[in-house]
C-alpha cells in the first residue's frame, strides 16, 4: 500500500522533493535494480498527465529525487492534481511507493 503524502508546486519555480523509501524494518530500500515513474493529473479519469516528473534515485541511498523545472511548471494551471511514484524492479514488478494530491499554487512575480 502506497503512503499518502501531498506535496505543493509553486507555479514558475523550480520544483523537488526527496522521498525516503525503506523496508520493513525502516532500513534504506535498495533501488539499484529500480526504474521510477511520476506523473500528475487533473482527476483519475484524465487521459493525459498535467506533468511528469523527472525521476532519479541514489541506489542502495533509498531516496527518490522528483523534480520539475521552471519551464514547465510556469504552465501548469494552478489548482489540485493527483499524483503517484511508482517503481518498478528489472523483474518487472511494479510497486506504488506514494500518492496524494499535488497542490499548484499561483505565480504572482513575472520577470
Same mark, same amino acid.
Given at each position: #500500500?502506497?503512503?499518502?503524502? +501531498?506535496?505543493?508546486? =509553486? %507555479?514558475?519555480? =523550480?520544483? !523537488?522533493?526527496?522521498? @525516503?523509501?525503506? @523496508?520493513?524494518? @525502516? +532500513? $534504506?530500500? =535498495?533501488?539499484? +535494480?529500480?526504474?521510477?515513474?511520476? %506523473?500528475m493529473?487533473?482527476?483519475?479519469a484524465?487521459?493525459?498527465?498535467?506533468?511528469?516528473?523527472?525521476?532519479?534515485h541514489?541506489?542502495?541511498?533509498? %531516496?527518490?529525487?522528483?523534480?520539475?523545472?521552471?519551464?514547465?511548471?510556469?504552465?501548469?494551471? $494552478?489548482?489540485?492534481?493527483?499524483?503517484?511514484? !511508482? #517503481?518498478?524492479?528489472?523483474?518487472?514488478?511494479?510497486?506504488?511507493?506514494?500518492?496524494?494530491?499535488?497542490?499548484?499554487?499561483?505565480? #504572482?512575480?513575472?520577470?
Open positions: #500500500m502506497a503512503i499518502k503524502a +501531498n506535496i505543493v508546486i =509553486d %507555479q514558475g519555480a =523550480d520544483f !523537488e522533493a526527496i522521498i @525516503d523509501v525503506v @523496508d520493513a524494518e @525502516d +532500513n $534504506p530500500y =535498495d533501488l539499484s +535494480n529500480h526504474t521510477i515513474a511520476s %506523473q493529473r487533473k482527476n483519475y484524465a487521459a493525459s498527465a498535467a506533468a511528469t516528473f523527472t525521476c532519479a541514489n541506489g542502495i541511498g533509498g %531516496q527518490i529525487v522528483l523534480s520539475l523545472p521552471k519551464s514547465e511548471t510556469v504552465d501548469l494551471e $494552478p489548482g489540485r492534481y493527483l499524483y503517484d511514484v !511508482e #517503481m518498478t524492479s528489472s523483474a518487472g514488478d511494479t510497486t506504488r511507493v506514494i500518492e496524494g494530491i499535488a497542490t499548484v499554487t499561483p505565480g #504572482m512575480t513575472r520577470i
